[in-house]
């Protein structure tokens, strides 16, 4: 099974809430991410052709952002993606009669304020600190003010978590309506000549001139 098979199968699983696919996370893109108002679900999609070379990666990221962590792989990926992954992160098997649970995702403890806030943009961070009576903020940079937020223990991770909820889900139409706008942007486009490749009697006729 391949990534948007998978990904067919997993969206109605999601019923509260919003999701949103491929949000940026840390260094990567979580290929879905589930927004309720109560938690953030990241989900991590492996078909049958994709590798286990970036979970290391991957995992690291959403472990500091998503309350709940899922890979969502098909069976040959089950052993080795299990010699990879904690406990606590959830694996979803896929095959052609639907999702089927290995072990459900158990609550993240490793959330950080940092990883977090970085799910927005600097101006929204900003304009969370300085509602939480937070000043002299406006000249920091993005580097500057995450490195606050990691030092920052008088700034609740549950308000912070939650205002992010917020802004991510209310942030969800306008990302679908550009979305819309690429792909008729794209549609649009005229199609691309190929170029015709010469005959395999030409090649060798060439090739007996030019000896």
């Known amino acids: 099974m391949n990534d948007p098979a998978i990904r067919a199968l997993l969206y109605p699983l999601l019923m509260e809430g919003v999701y949103v696919d491929e949000l940026p996370t840390g260094t990567t893109?979580?290929?879905v991410v589930h927004i309720t108002p109560a938690f953030m679900h990241g989900y991590e999609v492996k078909g049958d052709g994709d590798t286990l070379q970036r979970v290391e990666n991957q995992l690291r990221c959403y472990?500091?952002?998503y309350?709940?962590?899922t890979f969502v792989v098909t069976e040959k990926h089950v052993p080795r993606l299990l010699e990879l992954v904690p406990e606590w992160v959830g694996v979803l098997v896929a095959s052609e009669q639907g999702l089927h649970p290995h072990r459900p995702a158990q609550y993240n403890a490793t959330v950080d304020r940092a990883a977090v806030a970085s799910l927005l943009r600097l101006d929204e961070i900003k304009e969370f600190?300085?509602?939480?009576?937070?000043?002299?903020l406006s000249s920091l940079?993005?580097?500057?003010v995450l490195q606050f937020l990691r030092q920052a223990h008088a700034v609740p991770l549950s308000r912070l978590a939650a205002y992010v909820r917020e802004r991510l889900t209310?942030?969800?139409p306008q990302r679908l309506l550009d979305?819309?706008?690429r792909k008729a942007e794209r549609q649009q486009r005229p199609a691309r000549k190929r170029r015709k490749k010469p005959s395999t009697r030409r090649r060798k006729?060439?090739?007996r001139l030019g000896a």
């Open 29 to 31: 893109r979580a290929d």
């Open 63 to 65: 472990g500091g952002a």
């Open 67 to 69: 309350d709940f962590v």
């Open 129 to 136: 600190l300085t509602a939480n009576g937070l000043v002299g």
């Open 141 to 144: 940079r993005r580097r500057e």
């Open 170 to 172: 209310n942030r969800l």
């Open 179 to 181: 979305r819309a706008m």
């Open 205 to 207: 006729r060439s090739s």
